[in-house]
């Protein structure tokens, strides 16, 4: 065939590339099966910024980075494919954020079957990319030290405005405030125990007096929720840290098909584990054991071990007020150690976090003391001690205690 003269030829490229971009333009025919974005957050955290893409289906996510383009006047990026998922035009102006470290993100139809999450970078120096589950979503904080720091005002949910806070690496600086959260909520009552207990309600009133305690030794607190309500992971820890804080608190109580398995155990981030504290885990992070596999593998590529030394201590002191105290008053209360598993709410937290489980719902022993109002009271007291038991030793590292 004889090749087209040069005028013709641009104009059948024109033609078929017009071709292929009529559909989108003239708002095609949305393939069936797919999925929606229902919601995109941002969070601007001093020390990161959060994204969240919320979907009304799973998807598996890789974050792409992409070196700035000079030529084309493109900035550093990240891009994340979300494989089944339908966005139209639906966000075709971009959502800016300005930040200091994101500069917009950008969110369009990258194939008839796939939409691309563009966030373009300001400053960048890790990322961490979590999928989440109930709802479907997809989240990425983006670390990087910003631009002007000193004049931002934290974006933060409902206009909060946090207050300035120098950042010292944790156990350096002093505790003031401190999240306390109580685990599940709303719609999700945690497990269920004998009689019908809810673990929601035993863990709101637990922390509800653990706020009391620590208030009174002269702490800042945040309860995450101070009612019946859901919440999601990243709601809990971020919208807390936005505000400054020190050190992060998950309280939950615990479940066993056994019957007779009580007692009190308590958690700190790490990929390793054992049985049990998988079983725990999976419950908590309210997703199936296999589907941790993920999140195991995202901790060993951030190598947890070597970021957890401050939640260990904090978990370490905790459990040397909580157990020996408890013991003075109630004979029977079972110690099953500090443990390591891979939690959610904890990998989700960039400060010093734990998870308390308080007691078991499934067995009898357990479940009658978390019933009662005096002992949820020591409880809250010897965690508490715990706190100030780290908080001390924080202050002599720093040099300002005895
Ligand atoms: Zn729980």
Not at 51 to 65: M, S
Not at 309 to 322: I, K, M, Q, T
Not at 370 to 389: D, K, M, S, W
């Amino acid at each position: 065939m004889r090749s087209l003269p040069p005028p013709l030829r641009d104009l059948r490229v024109a033609l078929v590339a017009l071709a292929l971009l009529l559909p989108l333009l003239l708002g095609v025919e949305r393939p069936r099966g797919l999925g929606d974005v229902a919601d995109v957050r941002t969070w601007s955290h001093p020390d990161y910024t959060r994204v969240v893409i919320e979907l009304t289906r799973p998807v598996d996510a890789e974050v792409v980075r992409l070196k700035a383009d000079d030529r084309n006047a493109r900035p550093e990026r990240l891009y994340i494919d979300l494989d089944g998922i339908w966005v139209g035009r639906d966000y075709a102006d971009g959502i800016p954020v300005e930040d200091g470290l994101l500069r917009k993100l950008r969110l369009g139809q990258n194939t008839l079957r796939r939409s691309r999450l563009v966030i373009d970078l300001e400053r960048y120096e890790r990322h961490r990319l979590l999928v989440l589950e109930s709802p479907h979503r997809v989240v990425v904080d983006v670390y990087g030290s910003r631009q002007d720091p000193e004049t931002l005002e934290w974006q933060l949910p409902g206009g909060v405005q946090s207050p300035d806070k120098k950042r010292f690496p944790a156990g350096m600086r002093p505790v003031r405030t401190v999240v306390v959260d109580p685990g599940h909520g709303g719609k999700d009552p945690g497990a269920t125990g004998i009689g019908g207990v809810r673990e929601k309600d035993v863990n709101l009133r637990l922390s509800k007096l653990l706020a009391k305690r620590l208030r009174e030794e002269g702490f800042e607190v945040i309860l995450t929720r101070d009612d019946d309500r859901y919440l999601d992971l990243e709601q809990r820890t971020v919208i807390a840290e936005s505000q400054g804080a020190d050190l992060f608190i998950s309280i939950h109580a615990n479940a066993s098909r056994r019957r007779s398995t009580k007692g009190i155990e308590i958690y700190y981030l790490d990929e390793n584990h054992d049985r049990h504290a998988l079983d725990v885990a999976s419950r908590e992070n309210g997703v199936p054991r296999k589907k941790i596999d993920s999140l195991q593998r995202t901790l060993a590529k951030w190598r947890v071990q070597e970021l957890s030394g401050e939640s260990e201590r904090l978990a370490e002191a905790v459990h040397g007020e909580l157990l020996p105290g408890l013991g003075k008053t109630y004979r029977g209360v079972q110690d099953l150690g500090v443990k390591k598993g891979p939690f959610y709410v904890l990998f989700l937290s960039s400060i010093p976090s734990i998870l308390v489980e308080s007691g078991f719902v499934t067995n009898p022993h357990d479940v009658k003391l978390l019933g009662e109002h005096r002992y949820l009271e020591r409880t809250a007291q010897h965690i508490a001690a715990g706190v100030i038991r780290y908080r001390e030793h924080g202050l002599k590292l720093a040099g300002g205690g005895p």
